[in-house]
T-cell receptor, first 112, second 114 residues
Framework: KQEVTQIPAALSVPEGENLVLNCSFT??????LQWFRQDPGKGLTSLLL???SQREQTSGRLNASLDKSSGRSTLYIAASQPGDSATYLC???????????WGAGTKLIIKP | EAQVTQNPRYLITVTGKKLTVTCSQN?????MSWYRQDPGLGLRQIYY???????DKGDVPEGYKVSRKEKRNFPLILESPSPNQTSLYFC?????????????FGPGTRLLVL
């Protein structure tokens, strides 16, 4: 059974720092991995999607990597800003119905 | 504006009183899905629909019903709500169920069952 884990559950850093969020999964048979951002009252927004054949994806200050063999993904945020404060979720896509399996998220607080 | 809408956004009800949470998308997407989110847990899929009149169970379907009579709408029905269904619910849609497609999420419905 696929399990997705995100550690730490919460993280607080000063503005301007570069930071890394971690996501691990137990079964490497995945189609892709996605990182989402969750803001209270606003639903979830897809940040980056990495196909199983890819190693990384970049969007602005965000860079996500994928290492299927070790069951790990990281989300790198450069030059963090208070507006980056949110909960970040990772999810892997697998199975005949392309189901998303989710981690519980990392709550990120960027202190001004 | 392309979006997924859910109503109501907040709901307090009592055990056993039937309720429906509506979900609508204006992007002509084939695939729609319902999730619930509980503290400390990842989102868990309740039901999904590959297209009109085609629905299937996700990981936690007990106590829920869905229907897909129109492409744009995918209501979630709780026939007899219980306190363990207190949760944050999300509806999502995507152009198709293919893995390359990302999902678009509604703003969520926070449900409290007393």
């Amino acid at each position: 059974k696929q399990e997705v884990t995100q550690i730490p559950a919460a993280l607080s850093v000063p503005e301007g720092e570069n930071l890394v969020l971690n996501c691990s999964f137990t079964d490497s048979a995945i189609y892709n991995l996605q990182w989402f951002r969750q803001d209270p009252g606003k639903g979830l927004t897809s940040l980056l999607l990495i196909q199983s054949s890819q190693r990384e994806q970049t969007s602005g200050r965000l860079n996500a990597s994928l290492d299927k063999s070790s069951g790990r993904s990281t989300l790198y945020i450069a030059a963090s800003q208070p507006g980056d404060s949110a909960t970040y979720l990772c999810a892997v896509r697998r199975g005949s119905n392309y189901q998303l399996i989710w981690g519980a998220g990392t709550k990120l607080i960027i202190k001004p | 504006e392309a979006q997924v809408t859910q109503n109501p956004r907040y709901l307090i009800t009592v055990t056993g009183k039937k309720l429906t949470v509506t979900c609508s998308q204006n992007m002509n997407h084939e695939y729609m899905s319902w999730y619930r989110q509980d503290p400390g847990l990842g989102l868990r899929q309740i039901y999904y629909s590959m297209n009109v009149e085609v629905t299937d169970k996700g990981d936690v379907p007990e106590g829920y019903k869905v229907s897909r009579k129109e492409k744009r709408n995918f209501p979630l029905i709780l026939e007899s709500p219980s306190p363990n269904q207190t949760s944050l619910y999300f509806c999502a849609s995507s152009p198709s169920p293919k893995p390359v497609e990302t999902q678009y999420f509604g703003p969520g419905t926070r449900l409290l069952v007393l």
